[in-house]
Each structure stands twice: as structure tokens, then as C-alpha cells.
């Protein structure tokens, strides 16, 4: 099989991980004997800087003429005061849309080999292995009217939280055909004891569930969702939600599994599948050749499943990376104290040379 990818590494870490992805990505093609081609484009505050424009024309164009596309991160401290538009994120937000990115699958695994490095005690984190499904092109992110106006000092800021119907339901049907396949079990987080999105949100889901009588749904509103996510992590298998509040709980849920830089996931929905890491662009140790590159890795894997339904070829990187980890292998966001780290290549390099070996 041919593999066109579109590589767009943005900011801070972001080049540093896909890098390493794309090594990973390189072994599975030669090991399964598939050919990959990939072209490598700006995006977000690497592309300001470059042109000016957070998603230029021809980033845009490769996307649209790729496979699938292997995005890194996009952001950074020197854009805060940038408007909106001309924001790292904005470059990120418009890509997803253009790409009809609406269903963002955010797994959360945790690594027998990590239950030590959860923050939380190893016997509440065994067994961990949870499915977010995030709607990705709606909520607060897109809603119109959205506004910051007035003088200093009685300045007024408007976002605007909007779904339909159709919204709901084809995020729902993602999140329900999901749950077919793993523990046939769906929470759908909301806020309808607040808000009338949720309300929606509610009815809808509900009403698609009738379709699939083999599936148990029940629902949970986002904050008391938050509060069970950390003490009981094992009773959750597929979350089903709306793009701000899967956005939080996709975050706490790598903290739930030891590291952020654990976490990949897949934006589909459209023609043209983007898989992302999780975890941003860290600018605090970016450069410095220290991320953790898994979460890039594990994306390819998800790349592998949902764009190419190359199941077996997915399978041998999550393999492969249980397989590092079983290993003792650790970047230094994983590593407790009086363990030694390797580095973002280093990493990768073993994840490679245990695909190699098997
Ligand atoms: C994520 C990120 C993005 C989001 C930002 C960078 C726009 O936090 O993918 O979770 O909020 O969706
Ligand atoms: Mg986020």
C-alpha cells in the first residue's frame, strides 16, 4: 500500500515527536512492505513567523491531498497577545474544520508497566482503558456571536455554545459504533442541569441509543464525570462528549495514566484523517530533546487503524510500545526519582528496534 502523509510538526516539541513518529511510521511500511511518502508543511506559530498566516495556502493543499495528515503541536508564549486569528491555534481549529475533523478519538490506556507513575495509587489505575470521543467542530470552539469589545476597564467577552441536532447525533453514532467493539459500555458527559446545549446534547444521545440496544448508556454531568474519572478510572470505557469538556477530561485522563505524553489521538470524520498527540507544545523543554515522543507514536498507530485499515500494522506499534515500556524504558516526564531517562530519539530508536526484532 502507498502511504501519502502530510507531516505538519508546528511548535515547540511538535518537531521533536513527529520526528520520531515518522521513524516509527518508516519501520512498520518497510516491515509490512508498504511505501510511504510524506511532505512536510508549516502550521501554527512556526508558520506566522514563516508567512503571516497560522495555516497557509499550500499546508492547507498538502493536507487535502494526503492520506492522512500527522500533526505535532501548535502554540506557544510568544503568540499570547496575537488576536485570535492570527493565534498558533487558530491554524490548528481551521484545519480540523477544513478537514471535517468532527469525531476526536482520545484513548487513555494505562500501561501495566506504569501504574507506578500514576499519580494515583497503582490499585485504583489497574486495568485503566478508557475511549474519549470528543466532538471536534462545535461547542464553544466555533459557536457565533463570539466577541471581546468595549473600552478598558468595561471590556465584554462573548463565546457562544451551539449544537444541532445532526451535531449530536453523528458524534453519538461514532461514539456508539465504538463501544460495539470494546466494553458496550457509553457515559455521555453534559451540563443539562445548566445548559440548554446539554439538554440537547441529552435527548439526542438518547434517542440514538435506542438504535443500539446492546450498548449501555448513562449519563453524568461534567463535573461529578471529572470528579469519578480519578477515583474510579476503571468504570469508565467509552466517553462520549462535547468538544470544551472532552478537551478538559482528555487532558486529566493522561494525568490519570501517568503522562500526557502517553496519549495520541485521531481527528476523522472527513476525507482526510489528522492524528495529533494530546499533549501541547510544551515550550518549557522544547528543544532540549527530552519529550516524550509516544503519544506521537501511538497516533501513528491510531493513522495506521482509522485511514488505512492496516489493523495489524497499528497493533505492532501499541505492541511495540508496551513492549519499551515492560522494558523499563522511560522519558523523563515517566521517570520516578532515581530512574534515568532517555531521550526523545532514544526513545523512539527502541520503539524501532523492537519492531524490527519482531
Ligand atoms: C487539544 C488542544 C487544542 C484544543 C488547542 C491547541 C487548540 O488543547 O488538542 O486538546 O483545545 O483542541
Ligand atoms: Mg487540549
Redesign the pocket.
Known sequence: MQLNIAVVPGDGIGPEVTNQAIAVLRAVAQKFGHTLKHTTKNIGGAALVASGDPLPPDTLDACLSADAVLLGA??GPAFDSYPRLKRP?AG??RLRQELGAYANLRPAVCYAALETSSPLRADVVHGTNIMIVRELLGGL?FGQPRSLDGEPGARVAINTMRYSESEVERIARVAFDLAGKRRKKILSVDKSNVLECSRLWREVVTGVAAEYPNISLAHQYIDSAAMLLVMKPTEFDVVLTENMFG?IL??QAGGVCGSLGLLASASIGGKVGLY?P?H?SAPDIAGKGIANPLGAILSIGMMLRHSFHLEHEAESIETAVGTVLSQGCRTKDLARSGESALSTSEMGARVVSVLNAH
Do not use: F, H, I, T
Request: no cysteine.
Open positions: 501548535v502554540g491555534e490548528l481549529l470552539y478537551d482528555s487532558d495529533e494530546v501541547g
